[in-house]
Nanobody, 114 residues
Framework: VQLVESGGGLVQPGGSLRLSCAASGFGFSIYSMTWVRQAPGKGLEWVSKINSDGKNTYYADSVKGRFTISRDNAKNAVYLQMHGLKSEDTGLYYC????????WGKGALVTISS
């Protein structure tokens, strides 16, 4: 089982980034996918979730209206499009697949700084 996040980086406030998560080794299309982040020195924060068929999405209030989660089951991939980035969005972003089990990636670092 592998979940590999990519697309992180250093962006100025107000900028945009698109995170990708490539999944392999499990039945991706039946798994809900979630993005979770961890700011430096803080605990885990749930960011967004998409159900297995992509028809339902959910967002934390802190990112609603700025982030969009999507998935491509044909490519075994999930994405997080982030706009209007703020310094408080800085952190390590994890991709998590959940069904009967939960699988975590190693994270992608997003740094928002001028």
């Amino acid at each position: 089982v592998q979940l590999v996040e990519s697309g992180g980086g250093l962006v100025q406030p107000g900028g945009s980034l698109r995170l990708s998560c490539a999944a392999s080794g499990f039945g991706f299309s039946i798994y809900s996918m979630t993005w979770v982040r961890q700011a430096p020195g803080k605990g885990l924060e749930w960011v967004s979730k998409i159900n297995s068929d992509g028809k339902n999405t959910y967002y934390a209030d802190s990112v609603k209206g700025r982030f969009t989660i999507s998935r491509d089951n044909a490519k075994n991939a999930v994405y997080l499009q982030m706009h209007g980035l703020k310094s408080e969005d800085t952190g390590l972003y994890y991709c998590v697949g959940s069904c009967d089990l939960a699988y975590w990636g190693k994270g992608a670092l997003v740094t928002i700084s001028s």
